[in-house]
């Protein structure tokens, strides 16, 4: 069974960064797909970022042009960088992936069946 597990959580002020990595305990074959979601408190789970293994990604409107997703293969580890932070992405951040995708390109943020166990992001007004 692959895990997923994240790292690099913490608290920043407003307009600062923090980078989250996913190290992932086995390799994938195949295509597939990784993302990031994330879970603020009263709020449903909403899909950030993902990227597919032939390497192509999206976001979601709130954090383009600010976050971006990358993986390394030969680390085993996906990753967001997140930039100009604001206190409204203040989340649980999980890492997810779904495997055997039919889709060349797409990824989307449905029907994900592995997660890691979350990584707190606080930022600060």
């Known amino acids: 069974q692959v895990q997923l597990v994240e790292s690099g959580g913490g608290s920043v002020q407003a307009g600062g960064s923090l980078r989250l990595s996913c190290t992932v305990s086995?390799?994938?074959?195949?295509?597939?797909?990784m993302g990031w979601f994330r879970q603020a408190p009263g709020k449903e789970r909403e899909g950030v970022t993902s990227?597919?293994?032939?390497?192509?990604?999206m976001y979601a409107d709130s954090v383009k042009g600010r976050f971006t997703i990358s993986q390394d293969n030969a680390k085993r580890t996906l990753y967001l960088q997140m930039n100009s932070l604001k206190p409204e992405d203040t989340a649980m951040y999980y890492c997810?992936?779904?495997?055997?995708?039919?889709?060349?390109?797409?990824?989307?943020?449905?029907?994900?069946?592995?997660w890691g166990q979350g990584t707190q992001v606080t930022v600060s007004s």
């Open positions: 997810a992936a779904k495997l055997f995708v039919a889709d060349r390109a797409y990824c989307g943020f449905q029907d994900y069946n592995l």
């Open positions: 086995a390799n994938i074959y195949g295509r597939y797909c």
């Open positions: 990227i597919h293994s032939y390497g192509n990604s």
